[in-house]
């Protein structure tokens, strides 16, 4: 492992984090762009499809909401404990916005999550996308990866295992299935 190692006696390594900028990402099909709040022009029709809250309920965001919800996450600290890192998952050819991937991170524990939309879901772009993600947040100094997932979303199942997750008791308050990284 490169990068920062956190320090579990101070805030020092989670400070560092935050101060960093989340980079552009890529892969052999993908770019992950930090995320703007502009960017919710297009994400609002990636994520109209209803069928993608079936696992998680809710309903398609407007622009307005989603806009609002771009400005908190663009500004990246919810607490002083914990750092957002999110990206719009872009194909490279045609520059086309599929989906996002974003990372919570807290100590040295990242809880990771991914949305892709229904037109483009099948295609392995949320395992790309998520190990992408995984593989920098490493070489930041993040140890230890989790994501919470409904226990019916076998896809989203296949992702984590993609990403070297695995299911563990763990339920959270939502009812998701919590997936940890290592021996959990």
Known sequence: MSGPVPNGDSLD???????KPTPELHTERLVLTPLRVADANEMVRVLADAELYMFTGG??????????????????LS??????HNWIIRLQEPPTA?????????SDTADVAWVVGADWQRKGFASEAATTVREW????????FSAHIHPG????GRVALAIGLNATSEIDGDREVVWRSGNH
């Open 59 to 76: 309903n398609p965001p407007g622009l307005d909401d989603l806009e609002k919800r771009y400005q908190a996450q663009v500004e990246g």
């Open 137 to 144: 947040l490493e070489t930041q100094g993040v140890r230890q």
């Open 13 to 19: 390594w989670l400070w560092a984090m935050a101060l």
């Open 98 to 106: 599929v989906g996002f991937v974003q990372a919570t991170i807290v």
């Open 153 to 156: 979303h076998e896809a989203s």
């Open 79 to 84: 607490t002083d404990r914990e750092v957002w």
